[in-house]
């Protein structure tokens, strides 16, 4: 007989059906007549209650069901009063297909602490809160496709290993089968990167926008969905070394396109998580409430599916950068210098705290911010006519602050080239790049959406290290 998955069983509901389910024990408790089991197959964050009249079975086997261990179980559901579920197994037959020895396992039936768990990464999987994120994320993949396939967009593969620095940030990590004990020079006494795999200095992609404006400026709407890599050496809670990217990327698209795409995107996957997730969010929520139960009335977030409501609900503030440094500046805030970095004036670049400001206590719910200064952003993003700022924009979140950045790009070949020699972008090496402005040059826009910032403000965790599977971070590549 073919297993029946938990999530179809609780679903369905039905009594008097003959089943077998596969899963893992969560817990077991009983007494000398009875074993009640908890099962957990992954499909759904409930369990299946298994009840097992001992005498029906071995002593030997009944030892051996202990949490963790992996279980067959056969039997006929009967309406249950006790497990919280419509439904539960009256056991017919159980097999161990894995022992699970309690002296040794390192998950306990009790709560864990995330650092913890992070330090069991290998075995995370098993809980109900990171089996809980891990179907939410799926989902927001599936959501991420979906969104873009109903409204044509194409999905772009952009490369992983690149020669080139899309941001400019130099916080790339470099790709070479160089012997590192023995590395070859040339003339001048340099690396000689001729000699290299591929006959040139390469790195980890930090974006996919570059290839994917090539093949925007032709197929018109492609996103890309991709791991990204970036050796920024900030141990912080919302920042990976490998997180995952998704890059839209539009022609004839303006700044306002670009916005209005990136509101209605963000809030379809949280539609999105409301209409597939709400189990596994329901516990996710309950987790946040607990965990903040000990800190002050006014630190604690709004509670998780209220929050996402609240999102949809709203239209995103839209801002100028300037305004947003006029709000800032005559903060008490900032007057009391409670932020870490005091605003000071037009130019600053903004922290988290101030993007978290803006949105947290000022706005009160997402803000668009736009048109920043142009010496703090990316060389590719379109000067404004004031030529002091560019057409770029950062979606910031409630929790997170910068959730999405984008802009509009220059479309001027002459005053790209322009921006890339202010900033020292090696132009002469990008002319696969310069020609989409040489040859049938549109006006074109895009914004790179962080998964794991979004997964985050899905979820109601804290910290970015416990919404991917296995979190690259300074210091950190166990698993
Ligand atoms: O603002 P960023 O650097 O923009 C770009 O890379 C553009 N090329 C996007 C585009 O216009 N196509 O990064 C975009 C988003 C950020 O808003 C943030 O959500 C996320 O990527 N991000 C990170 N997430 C986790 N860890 C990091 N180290 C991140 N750096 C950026
Ligand atoms: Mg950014």
New binding site residues.
């Given amino acids: 007989m073919r297993r029946t998955k938990i999530s179809e069983l609780l679903k369905a509901a039905e009594t008097e059906k003959e089943v077998v389910v596969q899963g893992w024990v969560r817990t077991r408790r009983g007494n000398k007549q009875v074993s009640f089991i908890a099962l957990n197959d992954g499909s759904t964050i409930n369990n299946i209650q298994i009840v097992a009249d001992n005498d029906k079975f071995d002593e030997a086997l009944l030892k051996r069901i202990t949490a963790g261990a992996a279980l067959s179980v056969g039997g006929r559901t009967v309406a249950s009063i006790g497990s919280g579920q419509a439904i539960e197994i009256q056991a017919t037959s159980i097999e161990v297909l894995g022992d699970c020895d309690p002296e040794k396992y390192p998950l306990q039936p009790k709560k864990h602490s995330l650092e913890f768990l992070r330090e069991n990464a290998h075995l995370r999987f098993r809980t109900n809160m990171f089996g809980a994120i891990m179907r939410v994320r799926h989902n927001m993949i599936f959501a991420v496709h979906k969104f873009f396939n109903e409204r044509g967009f194409y999905n772009i593969h952009t490369p992983l290993i690149t020669a080139s620095d899309?941001?400019g940030?130099g916080e790339m990590f470099r790709v070479t089968t160089l012997d590192l004990e023995n590395v070859p020079r040339n003339e001048e006494g340099k690396v000689d990167y001729a000699q290299d795999f591929f006959g040139r200095s390469t790195n980890l992609t930090?974006?996919?926008?570059?290839e994917?404006e090539l093949a925007a400026t032709a197929l018109a709407n492609i996103y890309t969905f991709g791991p990204?890599f970036?050796a920024?050496n900030?141990n912080t809670s919302?920042?990976?070394?490998e997180?995952w990217?998704i890059?839209?990327?539009m022609a004839f698209f303006d700044l306002q396109d670009n916005m209005d795409l990136a509101e209605e995107f963000l809030k379809y996957l949280i539609r999105y998580a409301l209409d597939n997730c709400m189990d596994d969010l329901k516990f996710l929520s309950a987790r946040q409430q607990e965990e903040e139960k000990n800190k002050k009335a006014e630190e604690r977030g709004m509670e998780l599916i209220e929050k996402l409501q609240f999102v949809l609900a709203n239209d995103f503030a839209r801002v100028k950068y300037s305004e947003a440094i006029d709000i800032l500046m005559n903060s008490k805030a900032n007057k009391k210098g409670q932020f870490k970095y005091e605003v000071t004036g037009f130019g600053v670049d903004l922290q988290s705290e101030h993007e978290r400001y803006l949105v947290e206590k000022h706005f009160k719910k997402p803000v668009i911010l736009i048109d920043y200064p142009k010496e703090i952003k990316?060389f590719?993003m379109k000067l404004n006519d004031d030529n002091r700022t560019v057409r770029a924009m950062?979606?910031l979140f409630p929790g997170?602050g910068?959730?999405?950045?984008?802009?509009q790009r220059e479309e001027n070949y002459e005053k790209l080239v322009g921006r890339m020699k202010e900033m020292g972008v090696p132009y002469e090496e990008m002319s696969w790049y310069l020609d989409t402005r040489r040859f049938g040059s549109v006006p074109h826009s895009?914004?790179?959406?962080?998964?794991?910032?979004?997964i985050l403000f899905v979820t109601g965790m804290g910290n970015?290290r416990d919404v991917i599977p296995f979190p690259r971070t300074p210091k950190n590549a166990e698993f």
Avoid: K, N, W
Wanted: proline content about 2%; aromatic content about 10%.
């Fill in positions: 899309c941001e940030a930090v974006s996919g926008q570059l994917g990204t970036r920024e900030s919302r920042h990976l070394a997180f990217m890059e839209p990327e990316a590719y950062d979606v997170i910068e959730i999405i950045g984008g802009s895009g914004f790179g959406l962080g998964f794991e910032r979004l970015i």
